[in-house]
């Protein structure tokens, strides 16, 4: 169901709760001014579009999201995969495939994925995002060191081959300020958190290059005025030999924005013990990308740093979100045409921390010290992400964790021939064991445990020998059978005509009713005989002499 949070959190508003909202959204609103530009530039764009993202998509993602304290606007994730759609297809080709991922996002919604999508196993979510923060690091050489070099290479190698190959060129001032900014922002958090401390650095290091007048880059040298009005909203002319092209990564976007914002609504859940709505979240994010898109904006998703930010500063609903957008529109404004002045060395400082606490390095280290197949995943998504690109990373990724995922699945299932009882020791805490019950001679008992899909259907194959044995009757017990596949009934299909043939009787026991279900529809049902699926071991063997008696 579509039920955005502001509406149920509207019910009992008091002028506290207000009061709390406004110091915290105009907080925050301060806190994505600095991030909003920078991420619009590391991602290959104009520093407006990511201010209009932030206002555009921050206010719809807090007037329509499903968490109370939620911030959206661009984020550091979105960066790689922009950057290599800028570079390929332009600014209009990212402006189709964020409105793409945004209608991508709204179809998750009310398909009601939102709870599918939290299943994204760990290991990928630490290689990819490990990767973003690896190549957003590198991005921000050429500002951090003032290098005197042309556009910076796409491509990962061809970055720090270029970096070197102009080193000579390095500019001290905007060493000096890159990295006084990453002290300052990583620092200035022991003095206070009321105040960011990127915000100081910009405000210091910007009067020290206007003042002084420091030879280093600003905004505005590279990238000229910074409107000061949002645009007339336009829907992007759709091409569809383009979209054809921008599916892939525009499923990037939407995939990425989904698993961003619903973990960033579980972790603020977390700190308010709230509960979020995961498919009423995931549409408001794909009308939030609609809508950038169409103010020709960038990719936008809950922002776990500012959502956390708006969290402690006491923002407790989601008019904190849309007081934060109204702060940037107020920003830009009537301040808007200041921050032309802002050195790039500066921005690039934050970037650089912003990758720091993107890189996750010490989950990396804790996977790569767990499962094997955990550290494979891991390491494959992370260099697929930074060597070959992010969408790849992502689909190789997944299909990698779903044949891991199989395989152990296949190997937890097992065949067993259990007539005659085993010696382990789970039987003396198994009140249905079978060595408690007198199996009748011609009976032969096996028990399957765990799913019964393809990948362990050759398992049941392979152990089930009823041609060699030759019994009268075949009890199977699939009391820990949790679901059974189109392979799996193939494969107890061709069990039964084999019975058949050899004259043997199937007899089914602790089939549980989806297991049963899903027999019924295969219409086996109907070949194995109702009478002959039973629900525990007890009427299983009773019904076996019956047979025996008959015979």
């Not at 007048?213 to 383009?242: A, Y």
């Not at 990425?256 to 979020?276: F, N, P, R, T």
């Not at 708006?310 to 920003?331: D, E, F, Q, S, Y």
């Not at 404004?333 to 390095?361: D, H, Q, R, T």
Request: net charge positive; aromatic share 10%.
């Amino acid at each position: 169901m579509f039920r955005p949070k502001l509406f149920s959190t509207l019910k009992g508003y008091s002028k506290d709760l207000f009061i709390k909202d406004l110091i915290a959204g105009v907080i925050v609103g301060i806190v994505a001014l600095p991030l909003a530009i920078a991420f619009a530039i590391a991602s290959g764009v104009s520093p407006e579009k990511g201010l209009f993202t932030a206002i555009v998509a921050g206010f719809i993602i807090s007037f329509f999201g499903g968490s109370r304290v939620q911030i959206g606007g661009p984020t550091g994730a979105f960066i790689v995969i922009v950057y290599g759609i800028v570079q390929q297809y332009g600014v209009d080709g990212l402006t189709i495939a964020t409105f793409m991922a945004g209608i991508m996002l709204m179809i998750m919604g009310f398909a009601k994925l939102g709870s599918v999508i939290k299943f994204i196993p760990h290991p990928l979510i630490v290689g990819f995002t490990t990767g973003i923060a690896l190549i957003i690091f590198s991005s921000q050489m050429k500002d951090f060191f003032g290098l005197e070099m042309g556009k910076v290479p796409a491509e990962f190698i061809d970055k720090w081959s270029d970096y070197f190959k102009y080193f000579n060129s390095v500019n001290w001032y905007a060493i000096a300020i890159a990295t006084g900014t990453v002290i300052i922002t990583m620092g200035f958090s022991k003095i206070t958190t009321k105040i960011p401390g990127s915000l100081i650095a910009i405000i210091l290091f910007t009067a020290l290059v206007t003042f002084l007048k420091w030879p280093t880059e600003t905004i505005g040298s590279v990238f000229g005025e910074i409107p000061s009005t949002l645009p007339v909203p336009v829907v992007p002319h759709i091409n569809f030999e383009i979209v054809k092209n921008l599916i892939p990564p525009a499923f990037t976007i939407a995939l990425l924005g989904g698993i961003e914002s619903l973990l960033s609504a579980v972790v603020s859940d977390g700190m308010i013990g709230g509960k979020h709505r995961s498919n009423t979240e995931l549409v408001a994010q794909g009308g939030a990308n609609i809508f950038s898109a169409m103010f020709g904006g960038i990719p936008a998703t809950g922002a776990i740093a500012r959502t956390v930010t708006n969290v402690k500063n006491g923002g407790r609903t989601p008019v904190a979100g849309l007081i934060h957008a109204l702060t940037l529109l107020v920003i830009m404004l009537f301040v808007g045409k200041w921050a032309i002045l802002i050195p790039m060395s500066c921005l690039a400082g934050i970037l650089v921390v912003v990758a720091y606490n993107m890189s996750e390095w010490r989950s990396f280290i804790s996977v790569l010290k767990g499962p094997k197949s955990d550290a494979l995943i891991l390491l494959i998504t992370f260099f697929l992400t930074v060597i070959v690109d992010l969408t790849i990373a992502i689909e190789i990724g997944m299909v990698l964790s779903a044949f891991l995922f199989m395989k152990r699945m296949a190997k937890a299932a097992t065949v067993n021939f259990i007539t005659n009882g085993t010696d382990g020791q789970e039987e003396k805490y198994d009140q249905e064991a079978i060595n408690k019950y007198q199996v009748p001679v011609g009976v032969d008992v096996y028990e399957i445990e765990g799913p019964f899909f393809f990948g362990a259907a050759s398992k049941f194959t392979e152990a089930i020998k009823i041609i060699e044995r030759r019994p009268k009757i075949l009890i199977i017990r699939m009391r820990h059978v949790p679901f059974i596949d189109a392979t799996g009934l193939h494969t107890l299909e061709k069990i039964q005509k084999e019975c058949i043939e050899q004259k043997i009787k199937l007899v089914l026991s602790g089939v549980n009713k989806e297991v049963y279900l899903e027999i019924e529809k295969s219409k086996l049902l109907l070949k194995i005989g109702k009478i002959n699926i039973l629900p525990n071991i007890d009427d299983a063997l009773k019904r076996a002499n019956e047979i025996l008696e008959i015979n």
